[in-house]
């Protein structure tokens, strides 16, 4: 069964960090696109981040430039999101997503809140 499943989430003060981890299943992420999306209420799901199947290319949503970085681990089959100087903008629930050759295929979800 193809699936991916995010962790990693939870609640941290304006200025902290986390890192979210998708393990991926079912199939080798290392041979498609990666991207780590995020949907805030009331707001459209937005694609924060997005890498290459060998992970030498990435870009990012302009909102989290220079803060946060996308990577991928092939011997993990694991993507992560490294997320630093966390702001209350940025609570959201991120999601990772395999690119459309391997389905568009969506994980659960996993809850950041950025509070003081």
């Known amino acids: 069964q193809v699936q991916l499943v995010e962790s990693g989430g939870g609640l941290v003060q304006p200025g902290g960090s986390l890192r979210l981890s998708c393990a991926a299943s079912?199939?080798?992420?290392?041979?498609?696109?990666m991207s780590w999306y995020r949907q805030a209420p009331e707001k459209e799901r937005e694609r924060v981040a997005r890498?290459?199947?060998?992970?030498?290319?990435?870009n990012y949503a302009d909102s989290v430039k220079g803060r946060f970085t996308i990577s991928r681990d092939h011997a993990k089959n694991t993507l992560y999101l490294q997320m630093n100087s966390l702001k209350p903008d940025d609570t959201a629930v991120y999601y990772c997503?395999?690119?459309?050759?391997?389905?568009?295929?969506w994980g659960q979800g996993t809850q950041v809140t950025v509070s003081s």
């Open positions: 890498i290459s199947p060998s992970g030498l290319a990435t």
């Open positions: 997503r395999g690119s459309a050759a391997i389905g568009g295929i």
């Open positions: 079912g199939f080798m992420l290392s041979g498609y696109y």
